[in-house]
């Protein structure tokens, strides 16, 4: 099967590390005309280098997802370069290690800003645009397990993750006769630079082992490679899902099924 997005736009929101650059490349190998937002200006520029080297078409912009006025600046921006915005990939989004009773209010409320208003402030921005497009759009939430699975101590995550996956719906009810997809992935634990920064912080002593344990706490037995969800994501934006919207599609290894 092979998949094209040529002349469409595609924002992908955190897209300069982990799950967002794999997105990133993944929709741009598949001719995307691709825009990064992301706070990581580094990070931001040497994606973008990988992504031109590799022939496709990519802009970057910092941007902190949950200041909606910023957001809107943004977005704008990009419509007004690009012409139109077909694709919103709403990944950007942080994590959180602690139960109801350790996890305080200032964390609680940081990771909502990030992982649900961030969400909810881009697709606001974006829905302008695409309901203008009389070829409408397609948004894609990444959500998680945690959103519908019991996570040991990701109180404040889990929350946010919930709340990303009841949006999701929201969005593709009320938008259908626009012709505008809103779709979330689900996906397990993903070997990405968090992963690696969570381990070595809290088991600088026996990293290899707390990543084989994490491996192998997924029924696969192992943690998917982040360019796995990319190739979830690409299929979920292309038209060969065009009769897929309101859907959540975990990625997961089997975790919630076989576990």
Same mark, same amino acid.
């Given at each position: ?42 990070? &931001?520029?040497? =994606?973008?280098? =990988? ?56 964390? %609680? ?57 009841? &949006? ?17 992935? &689900? ?23 707390? %990543? ?19 190739? =979830?994501?690409? %299929? ?6 065009? %009769?897929?919207?309101?859907? =959540? ?11």
């Amino acid at each position: 099967m092979t998949i094209d997005l040529q002349n469409r736009t595609a924002i992908i929101t955190g897209g300069a590390l982990g799950i967002g650059l794999a997105i990133a490349k993944s929709f741009a190998a598949a001719n995307a005309r691709i825009e990064i937002l992301d706070l990581n200006e580094e990070a &931001m520029l040497k =994606a973008a280098e =990988a992504i031109r080297q590799a022939g496709g078409d990519v802009q970057t912009t910092p941007c902190d997802v949950s200041d909606h006025t910023q957001v809107d600046q943004v977005i704008n921006a990009i419509a007004t370069r690009r012409g139109a915005i077909d694709i919103l990939v709403n990944n950007a989004g942080i994590a959180h290690v602690g139960n109801a009773l350790d996890t305080t209010p200032e964390d %609680f409320e940081r990771i909502q800003r990030v992982n649900v208003f961030g969400p909810a402030n881009c697709t606001r921005s974006a829905l302008r645009h695409m309901v203008k497009n009389e070829k409408g759009g397609c948004i894609l939430n990444l959500a998680s397990i945690a959103a519908v699975s019991a996570i040991a101590d990701r109180f404040a995550y889990a929350t946010s993750k919930g709340a990303v996956l009841t &949006m999701t719906y929201a969005i593709a009810k009320d938008f259908l006769d626009q012709k505008i997809r809103c779709n979330a992935l &689900m996906p397990g634990r993903v070997h990405t630079p968090f992963v690696d920064g969570f381990i070595a912080k809290n088991y600088p002593d026996n990293q290899e082992e707390m %990543f084989e344990k994490l491996s192998k706490a997924q029924p696969i037995g192992r943690m998917a490679d982040p360019g796995e969800i990319a190739s =979830a994501a690409l %299929f979920l934006c292309s038209d060969q899902a065009s %009769f897929i919207t309101g859907t =959540a599609m975990p990625v997961d290894g089997g975790t919630m099924t076989l576990r």
